[in-house]
């Protein structure tokens, strides 16, 4: 039996290489601040994509989706807020897209949370 460590590799690889067959470009992987982590940070379009990857195995626990949670979005939006100061890149057009695996099932969420200011 896969450890959970392992199966979050592999759904991120998943998730990677969907984004790619869709046309993201991977910029960086596991993207860790002090606020947290970034799955994988893309380009679609000239626009740089935050991505979350969430997994299920089993839908006993929900929609992928709905693992996302207020608190966990606070902590993607200042991961990435500290990713654009890092890399000099405010002027960016950015948003958050979602992966959700579930079984064989990978579906993209784009745009899938807005940042209120």
């Known amino acids: ?9 592999e759904g991120e690889k998943r ?7 869709a046309g993201y470009k991977i910029i960086e992987k596991n993207f ?4 947290g982590e970034i799955d994988i940070v893309a380009e679609e379009n000239g626009c740089l ?3 979350e990857v969430k997994k299920r195995n089993t839908p006993n626990f929900g ?5 996302i949670n207020a608190r966990k979005r606070q902590h993607l939006i200042k991961c990435a807020m ?6 000099n890149s405010f002027n960016r057009k950015t948003r958050f897209d979602v992966v959700g695996i ?16």
Not at 82 to 87: A, I, Q, R, V
């Open 102 to 117: 579930e079984g064989e099932q990978v579906k993209i969420i784009k745009n899938a949370f807005i940042v209120e200011e």
């Open 1 to 9: 039996m896969a450890s959970k460590q392992e199966e979050g590799r």
């Open 63 to 67: 929609d992928p989706f709905n693992a």
């Open 49 to 51: 994509v935050f991505v």
């Open 32 to 35: 860790r601040s002090r606020f």
């Open 82 to 87: 500290f990713y654009l100061k890092s890399h």
């Open 15 to 21: 998730a990677e290489n969907t984004l790619k067959r």
